[in-house]
Structure formats: structure tokens, C-alpha cells
């Protein structure tokens, strides 16, 4: 198939202004079905990707298929270079000879993943290739495969549980299946939010979200799993803030995503500023002793200094006060006087606003709601299950023999023995970022 050929006019389920306003109101996961059928990503498998990439070689990071109670953080994988064909091979199992690196991992005990390749870099001398994506079909002219990315892995290759700061996430998987572990940004107490491996806009849970260890972690029984396999052609909404465990159970997975900018990404993008200038303050002080930084996620180029950082956080609060600024002026023009704030009402463990409301209206055979799994605890009130985690937590500590103590609004555990990770944990968990930021946009906004 050609690619960036101009596609004939398909009927819809949902128009553009429709898919759109789903996708910015919507603050629960969902699926679309029927909205890609003629996109010719459609056609994305290996084959066609070995095909078109030929011989360029690509990273991808080496997992262990064993189950354990701890994330497998990408900090802890190994990682090799390979073609999308010899990876194809090695999945396959024809010749060891074409495996190339990939002879050195048994796929009976690995798995492989090319996980977060930027289309744009991939094909920067095939820019045609970049309209096989068409996002405008959900309401976004213009977006089309430079601002999306490529994931390929094999049976097992997944994701640790994390949530991304910055926008929603729209994915489309084109090839095998994909199950998704999903929570809602109200569960972050129970997922114990860590900044270290540290990845500029990703905030990782200390959970395995698929193994716990609830001793270890008794509040995450208070979670509310949210649980969907997504199927070829299948577009899942993964609204703002809500954290992801995402695992290929398919020989072969091939998804293309888009991170879709929101008004709020402003504030977001201050506390980002904020995380890493601690973490790097931090870590780069342990590091003056040990010279590596295995506190970084591979994604990071390497630490930054703490004059880079405050510059990196002035442009960050410059960017949100001149955009507060104007908006406001915009809506004084507009109105007359300030917007008020759009209510909000308790459905289902969150806050849903009035226009989320009214896309409420467009569930059905073309867009399906993720719906939670239910367990023993979402059967009861969250404050009877902390009731009950408290003392099981307490006899646990008193049988190690060591003093514990738990701060439930933050989730973080310390014992006698203070690290600075834990100094840490606490210092940039997500609820103490976003006072600090609001503290300081405060005191910027009223000069």
C-alpha cells in the first residue's frame, strides 16, 4: 500500500468537533471503534515495518518474563540494537542465524520491546510516510505521525505503572493485543508515587500493579483497577492523570500513540520544573560520590545542573503567567466579566464536570467506557478499607521488628533508617509538587 495517498471520504461514527470534545471532556478511559478503518497505519504489522525500515537499526530494551512483586523499571533492563526483521526472526524462531543480536536473549525467558520511537526521527527522509496518521479525524487538523509514536514489543513487554504529567493519550493498536491497567489520578496515595528511575513527565509507582506485594504496600488494595484488552483498530482515551500499566499479550504488538496538549499542561510543565530541581539536587549530591546516574531513566540524556533547572522552571512560570494572564483577558473581553467555574458533581469516585456530563451521551457500540474490575474492596467505602489496612500494617511492622510509620495522604513508608530516597519520595510526591507550584504561581501572579 502507498503511503500519504488521499484517503476517500469514510463515514464516521463520530465527526471531528464530536471526537474532539470526547477527548477533552471525557475524564474517564474509553474506547473508539470504527474511527480508523482507512487509515493506512492500519497496515503497520512487522512485516510491512521490516519491509519499510529495512536494515536501520532501532533500541530495544530486554525484559525478564519472570513475574515479580517489584516493577521492572526500565532502569533494570538490558538493552540491545536489531532491525524490526531480525526481531521478526528471533520472534518467529526460523534461523538463529538471522537473529542477529537477539540470539543472545531466549524469547522463552525475554521479551523485547521498541518502545517510544518518535515517527518523525524514524522517517525524517519519508516525510510522506508520516500521513498514514491522520488524528484530524479526532477533532486535531495537522496531527499526524510527527507527533505520534511507535511501539513494538513481543509476548510479555510492558510498561511499569506510571501516569504522564503532560495531556490525554490517544492510542491505536494496530497489531497482537494490549491489556491496560488503569486507575484514576484519586488512587495516587495507593500506588506510591516514586520520581526515581526519574523521567522528565512520568511519575512511576513502587506497585506491581499486576503482582503486588500488599504487605509491602497495604494501601493499594484500596485501588480501583480499571482493566480493558485492547484489540487491531481499537483507539483508547487515556484522559489526564490516570496511571497506565500496559503489557503485550500477543507474540508480536504494534501500537501508534499521540499525547494530546492541554490548557492544563501549563501548571503541569511549573511542577515538572520543580521535580527536577530537587531530584537533581538530590541525586546529583549522592552522585559526587558514585559517578553514575542509575537514577535516570534511560530516556533522560543525563542530569541536569541546578542553574539549568531554575532557568528551565522561570521560562515554566513565565509560560503559565503570560497564558493565565491572557485567558483571563480573553474571557473579560468575551463575557464581560470572569467565567465562573463550570460545576462539578460526585460520580463514581471522581468529579465529573457538566460537559463531561453530556458526552456521557455517546456511549455505545462506537465509543465503550473502560469499567472498573470489581473486587472485594470496591464493594465497600475506601475510608472502612483504610480502617481495616491500618492494623494489618501495624502487625506486620511489629513482627520485622523495626518502627514503621505511615503517612496515608502521601502513601510513603519510613522506618528509623531515613534514605534520601524516602526524603525524596516525600519532597516531590505529586500532592506536595502541586502546592509548591501553587504557593509559588500565587505569589508571581500577584507582583
Not at 546516574?293 to 542530569?303: H, Q, Y
Not at 455505545?364 to 470489581?374: D, E, N, R, T
Not at 475510608?383 to 495522604?409: C, F, M, Q, W, Y
Amino acid at each position: 500500500m502507498e503511503s500519504g495517498v488521499a484517503r476517500a471520504a469514510v463515514v464516521k461514527p463520530f465527526t471531528p468537533n464530536e471526537a474532539k470534545e470526547i477527548v477533552l471532556s471525557l475524564n474517564r478511559p474509553a474506547v473508539f471503534h470504527n474511527m480508523v478503518h482507512d487509515w493506512p497505519v492500519s497496515h503497520w504489522n512487522i512485516t510491512y515495518l521490516s519491509e519499510l525500515l529495512q536494515e536501520r537499526e532501532l533500541r530495544f530494551r530486554i525484559g525478564k518474563k519472570k513475574l515479580d512483586t517489584e516493577p521492572q523499571f526500565e532502569t533494570q533492563c538490558d538493552y540491545i540494537n536489531g532491525t524490526f526483521r531480525q526481531f521478526h526472526e528471533w520472534i518467529q524462531g526460523n534461523s538463529q542465524e538471522e537473529f542477529g543480536p537477539f540470539s543472545q536473549c531466549d524469547r522463552t525467558e525475554f521479551w523485547a520491546y521498541a518502545d517510544y520511537k518518535y515517527l518523525a526521527a524514524l522517517f525524517n527522509d519519508r516525510p510522506e510516510i508520516l500521513q498514514d496518521i491522520s488524528w484530524a479525524d479526532f477533532g486535531f487538523p495537522g496531527r499526524d505521525g510527527r507527533e505520534s509514536t511507535l511501539w513494538v514489543g513481543s509476548l510479555g513487554a510492558n510498561t511499569p505503572c506510571h501516569i504522564d504529567s503532560y495531556g490525554c493519550n490517544l492510542v491505536l493498536q494496530v497489531e497482537g493485543r494490549k491489556k491496560w491497567h488503569l486507575f484514576p489520578p484519586e488512587d495516587t496515595a495507593y500506588l506510591y508515587p516514586t520520581r526515581i528511575p526519574y523521567e522528565e513527565s512520568s511519575v512511576f509507582s513502587k506497585v506491581n500493579v499486576v503482582n503486588p506485594d500488599r504487605n509491602r504496600y497495604p494501601l493499594f488494595s484500596a485501588a480501583h483497577p480499571y482493566v480493558i484488552t485492547l484489540h487491531p483498530g481499537q483507539v483508547l482515551l487515556v484522559p489526564r492523570l490516570w496511571w497506565h500499566h500496559v503489557e503485550s499479550i500477543d507474540d508480536i504488538t504494534v501500537s501508534v500513540n499521540s499525547w494530546i496538549e492541554l490548557d492544563s499542561d501549563h501548571e503541569a510543565r511549573v511542577e515538572e520544573a520543580i521535580t527536577r530541581t530537587v531530584v537533581c539536587a538530590f541525586k546529583s549530591a549522592e552522585s559526587s560520590v558514585n559517578t553514575t546516574c542509575d537514577w535516570l531513566n534511560p530516556t533522560e540524556d543525563g542530569a541536569t545542573s541546578h542553574e539549568t533547572n531554575l532557568q528551565y522552571l522561570n521560562r515554566a512560570v513565565s509560560a503559565y503567567t503570560e497564558h493565565k494572564r491572557t485567558g483571563d483577558e480573553l474571557r473579560r473581553n468575551t463575557h464581560g466579566i470572569e467565567k465562573p467555574e463550570m460545576k462539578t458533581m460526585k460520580m463514581d469516585g471522581h468529579q465529573e464536570s457538566e460537559k463531561e456530563q453530556s458526552t456521557d451521551s455517546h456511549f455505545g457500540q462506537y465509543l465503550v467506557p473502560v469499567l472498573p474490575l470489581l473486587t472485594d474492596f470496591t464493594k465497600r467505602e475506601t475510608n472502612d478499607i483504610r480502617a481495616e489496612l491500618r492494623p494489618r500494617a501495624a502487625e506486620k511492622e511489629h513482627k520485622d521488628g523495626d518502627v514503621h510509620t505511615e503517612d496515608d495522604s502521601l502513601g510513603i513508608q519510613t522506618s528509623n533508617s531515613i534514605t534520601s530516597d524516602e526524603v525524596l519520595d516525600c519532597l516531590v510526591n505529586p500532592q506536595v509538587v502541586r502546592l509548591v507550584s501553587q504557593l509559588l504561581l500565587n505569589r508571581k501572579l500577584c507582583l
